[in-house]
């Protein structure tokens, strides 16, 4: 049974994101941890070795990085490679694309309450925030609908627990939450085999 997730992040802003989006996502029989690596050449780098190192039981990981100009399947496959190296067969890959920041574009609503800047919601319904993975630079297209308002971490800190976890305009964004529902639901499957009672029996 999987008791935690383990996210294995580039930048501390995906941390701060996380912190809002998981304790509405994950139940409370599976807690979570962020390691933040100092960009994506140190993740790329110390990722190995963190991963060979970690010995704690039923732990799952999840390896969280921005596509930006890159190849998505390219860096995909990169980081799952490092990841079977280490012995971690398991191990899952995220990719945002193309930024962190499409995630946050795709849901404008939560970008209005959480920077607290009215009017924002209503430009969702604009072609280029109806598929923002499709957007070249999400950050600065973030940062000029927020007339700099927003700053990367106290931004994904704001805004994360405003995310709507079935917002669908991001597919990368829908994909990394189905990700995390099967995680906790594999647990669920097994909990339930070993004879113990499901979470929602008191």
Aim: charged share 30%; glycine share 8%; aromatic share 6%.
């Amino acid at each position: 049974m999987i008791s935690k997730i383990v996210f294995l992040l580039e930048e501390l802003s995906a941390k701060e994101m996380l912190d809002g989006v998981m304790p509405r996502l994950l139940p409370r029989e599976i807690k979570y941890q962020c390691v933040v690596f100092s960009g994506k050449g140190d993740l790329e780098k110390r990722l190995g070795k963190r991963l060979r190192a970690w010995q704690e039981p039923n732990v799952c990981f999840v390896v969280v990085r921005d596509q930006d100009s890159g190849d998505c399947l390219v860096i995909k496959q990169r980081l799952l490679d490092i990841c079977r190296r280490a012995g971690r067969t398991d191990a899952m890959v995220r990719i945002a694309c193309r930024e962190l920041e499409s995630w946050y574009l795709a849901d404008l609503s939560a970008v209005e309450a959480g920077l607290g800047i009215k009017g924002i919601a209503g430009k969702q319904g604009k072609r280029k925030f109806r598929h923002p993975d499709k957007l070249p630079s999400p950050a600065k297209e973030l940062e000029t609908l927020t007339d700099g308002r927003y700053q990367k971490v106290a931004g994904s800190r704001a805004i994360g627990p405003y995310l709507d976890l079935s917002n669908q305009r991001s597919n990368s964004f829908s994909v990394f939450i189905e990700a995390i529902r099967n995680i906790s639901r594999r647990s669920e499957e097994k909990q339930d085999k070993n004879g113990d009672p499901p979470k929602n029996i008191r």
